[in-house]
């Protein structure tokens, strides 16, 4: 049964617990904890988008669904098993039109060539209806970061956050860097914030006395280094007065509203079980701790209270 009209003062008082600070969620993804603008979006609106199983990749999408602030993203031409839901405030969608004019690759739809693919032609064939640019909180990409693309660093496996590896930025937009792991697929490619805690400079796994995974394809009878590498292949490390490798600041028992991941269309009241210093540890509340699972602290499916009545959406509150 689900409690209706979920009030989070009186829950608030009634589990002695507060909410999550909303610098929290501002300070780790670097957007608004509560977007500025109603969501403008339209279903069936073609734009472009980071795929976020595959992030180094741009890809003509279109709205399937509206849901408050939220957006389920198709891959125009693929099965819909690729949908993925998405803020309306996301950085990283686009108008279409954005890979080309900044000179990045952009995915065609299934079924298209990517040689001499273009959007336009597609999308009057098809009859689509264009995203406008003033539905996307900014699109304004210039460098703020400081880092220069093929910068070298010691980065997070995100698929395995036990990992350090050698890693190069391969992509700057606005404040966000996009990592790569050298010699590695770019199916581990990942965007995070240039302050993330994600990112390091070259030599802190020595410093802490950490093992460093080097590059994929490397003499695994060589031990690994830095110098040498850097040398051989003229490659330039980061700057190191860049990183700023700020912590996450949730805590155990802090309350907030959470994408659940098994079926991303519901926002269900949670609390942070347990964290590490990558992710945390997401409980729904009354349900079993079964259900608890590890996401990255930076991820934009973590909101604060109030997200889901700021931004229209349902919010499904604790099951008794
Ligand atoms: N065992 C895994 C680890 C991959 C780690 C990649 N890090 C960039 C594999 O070999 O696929």
Redesign the pocket.
């Known amino acids: 049964k689900l409690k209706r009209d979920f009030v989070w003062e009186d829950y608030l008082s009634s589990q002695k617990a507060r909410g999550a600070p909303l610098d929290i969620f501002e300070e780790l993804t670097g957007s608004k904890a509560f977007p500025s603008n109603p969501n403008r979006f339209r279903v069936e609106w073609l734009l472009e988008a980071v795929d976020p199983l595959h992030q180094s990749m741009i890809c003509l999408v279109s709205v399937a669904a509206v849901m408050g602030n939220r957006l389920r993203i198709h891959f125009v031409g693929f099965p819909a098993i690729y949908d993925f839901w998405v803020n309306s405030d996301s950085p990283f969608i686009f108008p279409c039109g954005f890979a080309q004019r900044t000179g990045r690759r952009l995915s065609p739809p299934c079924g298209c060539e990517e040689e001499g693919f273009c959007w336009k032609p597609f999308a009057q064939k098809h009859d689509f209806q264009i995203a406008p640019d003033d539905a996307f909180s900014s699109i304004l990409y210039e460098n703020e970061t400081g880092f220069k693309i093929l910068d070298r660093i010691e980065a997070i ?1 995100r ?2 956050p036990e ?1 350090v ?1 050698v890693a190069s930025i391969v992509d700057v937009m606005g404040k966000y860097l996009l990592i790569h ?1 050298d010699g ?1 697929n770019s199916c ?1 490619d990942y965007w995070t914030l240039a302050t993330s805690n994600y990112i390091r400079p070259i030599g802190w796994c020595k410093e802490i006395t950490y093992e460093l ?1 080097p590059p ?1 394809g490397f003499d695994e009878n060589e031990t690994f280094d830095w110098e040498t590498y850097l040398q051989k292949n003229d490659f330039r490390a980061a700057d190191v007065g860049l990183f700023r490798n700020e912590p996450h600041r949730f805590e155990i028992g802090m309350k907030l509203e959470v994408v659940d991941q098994r079926n991303c269309r519901l926002i269900r009241v949670a609390t942070i079980a347990d964290f590490d210093d990558f992710r945390v540890q997401v409980h729904f509340d009354g349900w079993s701790d079964m259900y608890d699972f590890w996401i990255d602290a930076d991820s934009r499916d973590l909101h604060p209270l109030q997200w889901c009545n700021e931004t229209q959406h349902q919010l499904q509150g604790p099951v008794n």
Request: contains cysteine; charged residues 10%; proline residues 0%.
């Open positions: 496996d698929h395995h990992l590896c792991f590695w581990y995974s994929l």
